[in-house]
């Protein structure tokens, strides 16, 4: 894919692109994190048809649900062998299912010990605290739990990354 950058002087960035079935798209990144999506026109690709403005947070949001991979780390996997205790922190992303859900929602042999949320964590959280967009949960368990974990929070686990089905 081509991305065409073009300078808009007192505005900010302009970055376009045509997608795959020949629309074209644009994100204008203002001095002051705002951004415009734009659709343009496909007769007239100069012609705006359609746009709208992001705050930086719901830029923020937006992105994350575009960009549809979640990592999951793991904190330390320190031999061969798989059935082992891991410890890894899961993101909840943006669009997840369990988004707005209590924590005892989520079916899994993992053990989720603390939550971090806004820079602090939340140790030992009960079955009711309600997951949000942003939590990062900090679990233990056998590297197969994990991914059940991964998989029920944000989609589908492959070697440790996490990719959101949609």
Do not use: K
Request: net charge negative; aromatic share 4%; proline share 7%.
């Amino acid at each position: 894919m081509e991305i065409e950058r073009l300078a808009l002087p007192g505005v900010g960035v302009s970055y376009s692109f045509v997608t795959g079935d020949g629309t074209r798209l644009g994100v204008i990144c203002h001095p002051n994190g705002a951004r415009d999506i734009v659709l343009y026109d496909r007769d007239d690709p100069t012609d705006v048809r359609a746009a709208a403005t992001l705050s930086p947070l719901a830029a923020h949001h937006v992105a994350d649900l575009l960009a549809a991979t979640s990592v999951i780390d793991l904190v330390p996997e320190d031999g061969p062998d798989v059935d082992a205790v891991t410890v890894a922190r899961v993101p909840v992303p943006a669009g997840s299912d369990h988004d707005g859900r209590p924590l005892g929602s989520l079916r899994t042999d993992a053990a989720v010990v603390a939550i971090l949320r806004d820079g602090h964590p939340v140790i030992r959280p009960d079955a009711r605290w309600v997951l949000r967009y942003g939590d990062t949960l900090v679990a233990v368990g056998t590297r197969d739990a994990i991914d059940q974990l991964g998989r029920a929070v944000t989609g589908y686990v492959s070697d440790g990354v996490t990719t959101r089905q949609g």
